[in-house]
């Protein structure tokens, strides 16, 4: 027997059993039954709309998540080729006009520049702070 079918014989149940409370004179038990099986019938109700906002919602992710992630992946990739192009050109130009490099590992010792040829001791520290 599945869940929902449990659960509707489980109403069923109550519903009879109310019936005979009812034909008994017993209408506070009749009511009391009467009430259990309308609350699991509503919370079954709530549990089955927030299920199918569920799956909608996780569809919805599904489709975007196949959607965007490619985008977001390729533009990663295009700013970390910029961003090696920048620091190659910046190691460029921090090589060739080295009077004070403000990028150099060794910040305030000269001769360690002047020792760079070869950008060994460059490192792009990011932006400038203003």
Known sequence: MSENENVDELIERLGRNAKE??????????????????????????????QDCYERSMHLVRVYQDKLVPKYEALVE???????????????????????????LYQTAPSF??????????????????
């Open 21 to 50: 409370y009812a034909i008994a004179g017993d209408c506070a038990s009749a009511e009391f039954l009467t009430a259990c099986a309308n609350t699991i019938k509503d919370q079954r109700a709530r549990i089955e709309y927030e």
């Open 78 to 104: 295009k700013l970390r080729h910029e961003q090696d192009a920048l620091i190659s050109d910046l190691r460029g130009c921090a090589i060739e006009s080295c009077a004070e490099c403000m990028y150099c």
């Open 113 to 130: 520049c002047s020792d760079c040829t070869d950008g060994s001791n460059w490192r792009w520290k990011g932006e400038k702070e203003a």
